[in-house]
């Protein structure tokens, strides 16, 4: 019999918990009411937050084709092209290139913010500040949108961007893209005009180290009188051994003044005609609308932040577990008041 009396015991204490617990089901329903109302009064204050996302793909446009073939032309003056690769090959990294420049290009955050600084929401939080605190309180919002880059074996990036309204967001967005294509356009041009720009100053500096020589060379022969070809005649023989000597390494002033002051009149008369050809080939690349990437804002995903079901759910969980450690805690003191009277 004692051996079984606990086992009695703890089970008439579990009968007795829930029964204590029944007896107090109206507080506790009471208690998880009013947590389920807390619950819903804080949803309500939480403002309505979207997960806004954009995928960001490499562009095909056939004008990303144009700009490659002026990048040749400008290395083309520089030196003799030795690597030729394969023309499908050298597109996908060239299309790979221009996305990533695009989103470098997104990454500074100017052209978002620039766009974004213009919607009511934000004008109504920094119209009152400073211009130094405006700048820091637009950087704040910057972390709104957040890029993310592709997997392994994957080409897209991902664009974030957490915003109240999907329609602003969408549009915000667009109007960022295109601010950045506009931008990196700009700045693509002005890369390929200051490398022309510097091909210009190479060949120019060339002509003018070519000139110098061909100047000495032919004051050279007129000081000798050699006014036509004499190299035909040098002998190169000596002994019945033929020298392996080339015409390039003979004295120059041997080929006349006349020939070297035709080639003179030449180099001066050059007006560059590749040079010339390659600027309009780039000012009709300033004039040309280009897509450097490939996206499509009406795909965009939205996403809602706010998780009011989680919220109502533990609210509900935590007011059943108030509601019962209330009822078991006063019932708790009840048998001590119980026997006070009772003494």
Same mark, same amino acid.
């Given at each position: 019999m004692n051996k079984n009396s606990p086992l009695y015991d703890d089970e008439i204490d579990l009968i007795a918990l829930f029964k204590i617990i029944w007896d107090g089901k109206i507080k506790i329903l009471f208690i998880t009411l009013i947590s389920f109302f807390v619950g819903l009064g804080y949803n309500s204050q939480i403002p309505i937050n979207y997960l806004n996302s954009l995928t960001i793909n490499p562009s095909n446009d056939i004008e990303l084709i144009k700009l490659a073939n002026i990048q040749k032309l400008i290395k083309s003056n520089q030196s003799n092209q030795s690597n030729q690769l394969n023309q499908s090959n050298q597109s996908n990294q060239s299309n790979q290139s221009n996305l990533v420049r695009f989103i470098n290009e997104l990454e500074d955050y100017e052209e978002f913010l620039l766009i974004a600084r213009d919607t009511k929401k934000i004008q109504e939080n920094i119209s009152k500040l400073n211009i130094e605190d405006q700048e820091i309180e637009l950087f704040k919002y910057a972390k709104l949108l957040e890029i993310v880059k592709p997997k392994k074996d994957e080409e897209s990036f991902t664009i974030d961007y957490k915003w109240h309204d999907p329609d602003e967001a969408k549009k915000i967005l667009q109007e960022t893209l295109n601010l950045t294509s506009k931008n990196l356009k700009r700045s693509i041009a002005l890369e390929l005009s200051q490398l022309l720009e510097f091909e210009k100053k190479l060949l120019i500096n060339k002509d003018v180290v070519r000139l110098?020589? &061909?100047?000495?060379?032919?004051? =050279?022969?007129?000081?000798?009188? =050699?006014?036509?070809? %004499?190299?035909?005649? #040098?002998?190169?023989? %000596?002994?019945? #051994?033929?020298?392996?000597?080339?015409?390039?390494? /003979?004295? $120059?002033?041997?080929?006349?003044?006349?020939?070297?002051? @035709?080639? /003179?009149?030449? /180099?001066?008369?050059?007006?560059? %005609?590749? &040079?010339?050809? =390659?600027?309009?080939?780039?000012?009709?690349?300033?004039?040309?609308? /280009?897509?450097?990437?490939?996206?499509?804002?009406?795909?965009?995903?939205?996403?809602?932040? @706010?998780?009011?079901?989680?919220?109502?759910?533990?609210?509900?969980?935590?007011?059943? =577990? #108030?509601?019962?450690? $209330?009822? &078991?805690?006063?019932?708790?003191? @009840?048998?001590?008041?119980?026997?006070?009277?009772?003494?």
């Open positions: 110098d020589y &061909l100047k000495e060379q032919s004051a =050279i022969a007129k000081e000798l009188n =050699i006014i036509d070809n %004499q190299i035909d005649n #040098v002998n190169l023989f %000596q002994s019945n #051994v033929s020298l392996n000597i080339s015409t390039a390494d /003979i004295a $120059y002033y041997l080929r006349g003044y006349k020939a070297i002051d @035709k080639e /003179i009149e030449l /180099i001066e008369n050059r007006d560059h %005609q590749n &040079l010339k050809f =390659i600027e309009q080939e780039i000012n009709d690349f300033k004039d040309t609308e /280009i897509e450097f990437v490939k996206y499509n804002v009406y795909l965009m995903d939205h996403n809602s932040l @706010k998780n009011t079901k989680l919220i109502l759910m533990i609210s509900i969980l935590l007011g059943l =577990i #108030v509601g019962m450690f $209330y009822v &078991l805690i006063s019932n708790a003191f @009840k048998p001590k008041k119980i026997s006070k009277k009772t003494n």
